[in-house]
C-alpha cells in the first residue's frame, strides 16, 4: 500500500496553513514534513497530531492506494497449513511458524521499516498499511491458524495510562474482526505480562471474553477455548529472560497445546534433570565481544565457535548452533554487527533529589485547581502519553518533567516557586556502570531486549550490536535488517523471539495433523 496526501494538501488551501504552519503547530518533524510531500507512509502518531490541529479525520486527509510494484500472489502449498499474520513487525513470530511446517499466505503491519525487512527476508506476501483501513475480503479466506502481536503500548506496566481509554488497546479488536470472518482453527496473541493484571484482571477477562464469544455472519457462536499463559523465554532455549502472555484459542474442542520448558533459569530441587540449564548472554554472543563492530559481513571460523562453546561451558551446544544456524561449514557470517557507539562516562542529571512521591500529589493538586486534564496537557505539549507520568506516584513508570518542560507546565498551571529549583537545576553527574542496570547481564540470560537503545555491552564501550540483539531474540543469522539504526533496533525489540514462536508452533502444528 502506498499514501496519498492530495486532500490534506487541498485542506491546507482552504485553512489558508502552509505546510511550515502545519508541522510547527502540529509539532512534527522537518523530515516526517518531507515524507508527507513524498506521499510516504507516516505513522498513525503524526496523523492523529495533524489531524487534532486541522479538525479532521484521517481519512480525511491521506487515502491507502494499491502499489502496482508490490502485487504478489501467493503459491499455495496444500500440504502445510495456512497463516495468517496481523500486526507481524518483522516476522518474529512468523518465523516460528513456517520453521514448523506452516505457510504465511497473507500478513500486514504499519510498520514501514518492519515491512521492508519482512520483505528482504521472508516474502513480498506482506501487506504495508493500517489493519483498520483493510477489509476482510482483501484477507485471504480458510487459513488455519491467525497469529498477531497486537501493540502492547497500551497494556504495559510502564505505561502511564494502563486503561482503556489508550486507543491503541482496542486494536486487538481488528484481531477479533478478522478471526470472526476468516474462522480459523487456532489463534495465538503475544502481549506483555501486564496484560493480565490490568484492571486487576478485568481488562483480560473483557479480551478473554471477547474471543469466546466471536460470532459468525450468521450470529452463530464459533466456540473458541481460550486460554493465556505467561511464558519465559528463556525456559525455551532463548538467551533471554523475557515474559510474554501468550494467549491461545481454538475451536477444535481440544485443550490449548501450550509447549513444555527444555530449560531452568534457576536450579532447585525441583527442577527435572531433563532440563538443560538456561544460554547465558556471554555463551549466546560472547563471541562478538571483540568482533570490530561493521556494516559489512562479519566472519566466524568454525574453530572460534567450538573454541566459545569450550570456554563458556555451553551446556546447550546444539540450541546455540540451532541460533547460529552452524552446521558443518567452515565458517559463519552475518550482518548487521553495528552499534550506537555513543557512550559516555557523565551525564546530565538533576543537582538535588526530588522526591517523586510527593512532586505527583504537588502537580496533580495544580492540575485540579487549573482545571486541566491530563489529556489536555498532552496535546498542549504535543505529547502522546508523556504527560500522564507526570502525575503518577509509583515510581514504576513515573517521571519528573524536564526543565523545559517544567517551565512551560508552570505557565499553563500556575503553581508556584516550591519545586522550581530542585527540579531545574542540572548538573554532570559520572555514571557508576557498576550499580547500573543498563550494562548487560553476562552470566544469566538477557534482560528483555526492548525497542529503544538497548543495554550497554559488557566492554562499556558500546552498546549491544544489532546483531547481538537479534542473537538474544534468535532471530536467523542471515536475516538482514533495514532501515537506520534505531529503526532496527525497534524491529528487535518489537519481536516475538524466534525460537519461543518455534516452540508454540510446533505444539499447534501436531493438533492440526492429528485432526485432519
Known amino acids: ?44 502518531d503524526v496523523l492523529n497530531k495533524i489531524c487534532s490541529v486541522l479538525e479532521c479525520k484521517v481519512d480525511d486527509i491521506v487515502a491507502l492506494e494499491k502499489d ?16 495468517v499474520s496481523l500486526f507481524s513487525g518483522a516476522g518474529g513470530m512468523d518465523i516460528g511458524f513456517i520453521n514448523s511446517g506452516f505457510q504465511i499466505i497473507w500478513a500486514n503491519d504499519f510498520f514501514q521499516e518492519a515491512v521492508s525487512s519482512y520483505r528482504k527476508n521472508i516474502g513480498k506476501h506482506i501487506v504495508y498499511g493500517d489493519i483498520t483501513k483493510i477489509a476482510s475480503s482483501d484477507i485471504p479466506d480458510d487459513p488455519d491458524v491467525i497469529i498477531g502481536g497486537f501493540p502492547c503500548q497500551g497494556f504495559s506496566v510502564a505505561n502511564t495510562r494502563r486503561n482503556m481509554e489508550d486507543q491503541r488497546n482496542f486494536l486487538y479488536k481488528e484481531m477479533l474482526r478478522v478471526i470472526s470472518d476468516k474462522k480459523p482453527k487456532f489463534f495465538v496473541a503475544e502481549n506483555v505480562k501486564g496484560l493480565l493484571s490490568m484492571g486487576k484482571g478485568k481488562v483480560f477477562e473483557m479480551i478473554k471474553s471477547d474471543f469466546e464469544n466471536l460470532t459468525d455472519s450468521n450470529g452463530n457462536k464459533i466456540g473458541y477455548t481460550v486460554e493465556a499463559r505467561i511464558l519465559n523465554a528463556a525456559e525455551y532455549g532463548v538467551p533471554q529472560a523475557r515474559e510474554r502472555v501468550i494467549i491461545i484459542g481454538n475451536r477444535l474442542g481440544v485443550k490449548n497445546p501450550f509447549p513444555e520448558p527444555t530449560h531452568y533459569i534457576e536450579k532447585n530441587e525441583n527442577t527435572s534433570e531433563e532440563l538443560l540449564p538456561a544460554i547465558t548472554t556471554e555463551q549466546a554472543i560472547g563471541f562478538l565481544s571483540e568482533k570490530k563492530i561493521s556494516k559489512n559481513l562479519v566472519f566466524l571460523s568454525k574453530k572460534e565457535i567450538e573454541e566459545h562453546v569450550r570456554d563458556t561451558k555451553l551446556t546447550d551446544k546444539n540450541g546455540l548452533f540451532s541460533i547460529l544456524n552452524f552446521n558443518d561449514s567452515d565458517s559463519v557470517q552475518f550482518g548487521n554487527h ?23 500529589d504537588y502537580l496533580r493538586f495544580w492540575r485540579d485547581k487549573a482545571g486541566w486534564s491530563t489529556k489536555r496537557i498532552d496535546e498542549h505539549f504535543g505529547y502522546s502519553h508523556t504527560a500522564g507520568h507526570w502525575f503518577r506516584k509509583d515510581n514504576k513508570s513515573g517521571s519528573i ?21 530542585a527540579v531545574t537545576t542540572m548538573v554532570e553527574k559520572e555514571i557508576k556502570f557498576e550499580q547500573s542496570l543498563r550494562i548487560t547481564n553476562w552470566d544469566r540470560p538477557s534482560d528483555t531486549i526492548t525497542a529503544t537503545s538497548p543495554e550497554i555491552h559488557v566492554n562499556k564501550k558500546r ?15 542471515d536475516y538482514e535488517f533495514t532501515g537506520s539504526l534505531n529503526k532496527m533496533y525497534t524491529q528487535i525489540g518489537n519481536a516475538v523471539p524466534v525460537k519461543l514462536a518455534t516452540k508454540i508452533a510446533e505444539e499447534i502444528y501436531k493438533v492440526i495433523q492429528k485432526e485432519k
Open 1 to 44: 500500500m502506498k499514501a496519498n496526501y492530495d486532500n490534506l494538501l487541498k485542506l491546507l488551501i482552504d485553512k489558508k496553513m502552509t505546510k511550515t504552519d502545519l508541522r510547527k503547530q502540529a509539532k512534527i518533524s522537518s523530515s516526517t514534513l518531507a515524507k508527507i510531500g513524498k506521499q510516504e507512509m507516516v505513522s498513525q
Open 68 to 83: 502496482e510494484n508490490e502485487e504478489f500472489e501467493v503459491t499455495i502449498d496444500p500440504n502445510k497449513p495456512k497463516v
Open 338 to 360: 553495528i552499534a550506537s557507539e555513543n557512550v559516555s562516562d557523565k551525564f546530565w542529571g538533576r543537582k538535588y533529589e526530588v522526591n517523586q512521591h510527593e512532586l505527583c
Open 401 to 421: 518533567p524536564k526543565p523545559e518542560d517544567w517551565w512551560e507546565l508552570k505557565k499553563i498551571l500556575g503553581f508556584d516557586d516550591k519545586y522550581d529549583e
Open 463 to 477: 552498546r549491544l550490536s544489532v546483531r547481538e540483539c537479534a542473537i538474544l531474540q534468535t532471530f536467523p543469522l
